[in-house]
């Protein structure tokens, strides 16, 4: 390739890094989750984790962990994805606001997380064809991302018995 047309090859190299973003996605999809490799989890420690690293100078995320949480069982790689998908997804829809809270029912039983943002909502017929592989909300056409990361959320978490 000629000089000149070395603009060519960073096109190629750009589209080469984003196939194989979608096709790592892809395989994270597939990946079955291993049971008998659970083991207690913070969730606090996780989401604290996600919100340091997806958060920075130009993203505040607001965590609000409750102070006392039972650990949860579960593949701290799929749950540490599968919260992070939804941190991601906040911050690129969210217009600015991301809240990350985690919890436990008065009874001890169920521990839970929640991702906020301020972003323009999804249409209610969306909704649970969002949770489909390669699907992408109308709020999210034209910009970056596959239609996977949701996809992936909902498998991780009902491998996990959760919903």
Known sequence: ??????????????D????NEIIGQFMDYLKPVNTQS???????DIASDIVSSEG???????????ARIKDIEGSPIAIKRAITNLVVNAVRYGNGWVKVTTGMTADNKLAWVTVEDNGPGIEPDQISRLFEPFTRGDTARGSEGTGLGLAIVKRIISQHHAR
């Open 1 to 14: 390739m000629s000089p000149e047309d070395s603009y060519l090859a960073e096109g190629i190299i750009s």
């Open 16 to 19: 080469t890094e984003e196939c």
């Open 38 to 44: 659970f083991e207690p989890l913070s969730l606090n």
């Open 56 to 66: 920075g100078y130009e993203i505040q995320i607001d965590f609000d962990p409750m």
